[in-house]
């Protein structure tokens, strides 16, 4: 909203569908811990430029989670530069906990990190150049010591390359190339939903990614949101952006009947939430949570 408020009443309804989201997550055996809310309005600046934040509503953006380390994300947008900082009460207690805390590091986000001839119809420049790494954790998805990513419009070589780095020969990084005009974040894209089972986005995944060619594939059903209802920051396909919570459950949202049926057709039990009024701000299901624990061991899938 360019600086703006969100109006307040989408801001209210949007609130309490998460809080039910959580309410339903803690009767599906979850524990769910919240950020601390932080000013969102007030500005703040560094050498180069001043801006005012936009939320902390997305942890999948912001913060990585790779086996025992969680990551802070060096992410590109200037509103999000200290969204981190919601949860660092949680940081600080998973690292007493013994969880290692590592932070990318802190770019600039001078002018020279954006192509200033960028334009928003040009279908293969990204706006990020490579002066300095960043990336948002939403444009890579785990699968147990394989790490599928994606350059995009917050996501750079230099970001990719500093995360494999950071995580050793433990895990693999691959980088995929997707039919996608404006890429920014995977999960709604490609999105594993178990061992041996792929959900794709059939417009921006015109051929399976070889490390997938032996698994059972799905094509997501066309999303059902209206065009009336206002998306701020993604697209309709958020309908893709669900939460595995095991093998067999899956989270989707209420009123998208051909992903629930989807999702019973490929052998999952959907468990449903209103979350449409959460969907205009840029995330569904996925981008509201981050995986801290999970039981079971790492393995590798390819």
Request: net charge negative.
């Amino acid at each position: 909203m360019a600086g703006q408020p969100f109006p307040a009443e989408q801001v209210a309804a949007a609130a309490a569908e998460l809080d039910e989201f959580a309410h339903i997550l803690e009767c599906e055996g979850v524990t769910v811990r919240r950020p601390e809310p932080i000013p969102q309005d007030r500005p703040y600046r560094t050498l180069d430029w001043t801006s005012t934040g936009m939320y902390a509503a997305m942890p999948r953006d912001s913060l990585l989670v790779v086996g025992d380390q969680i990551i802070e994300c060096p992410m590109a947008w200037r509103s999000r530069y200290y969204e981190t900082l919601a949860y660092r009460p949680l940081l600080k207690e998973y690292f007493h906990g013994g969880a290692r805390w590592t932070a990318a590091p802190k770019p600039e986000l001078t002018d020279e990190q954006f192509d200033q001839d960028w334009v928003e119809s040009d279908p293969v420049r990204l706006v990020v150049t490579e002066f300095e790494p960043t990336f948002d954790a939403a444009d890579f998805v785990r699968c147990g010591r394989d790490i599928f990513a994606q350059r995009s419009n917050v996501t750079n070589d230099f970001g990719i390359e500093w995360l494999r780095r950071q995580l050793g020969a433990d895990y693999r990084v691959h980088v995929i190339e997707f039919a996608d005009t404006h890429p920014m974040h995977i999960d709604a894209t490609l999105v594993p939903l178990a061992p041996g089972k792929l959900l794709i986005n059939a417009e921006r995944v015109p051929e399976v990614p070889r490390q997938f060619r032996d698994w059972d594939v799905l094509a997501a059903p066309e999303p059902v949101i209206p065009d009336s209802h206002p998306l701020y920051l993604t697209s309709k396909w958020i309908n893709m952006n669900l939460l595995v919570l095991d093998e067999q459950r899956v989270v989707v949202e209420r009123q998208d009947e051909p992903m629930i049926a989807a999702m019973k057709e490929f052998g999952f039990t959907p468990i449903l939430c209103d979350f449409r009024n959460f969907n205009s701000f840029g995330g569904s299901f996925h981008c509201a949570t981050l995986d801290v624990r999970r039981s079971g061991a790492l393995e590798s899938y390819f």
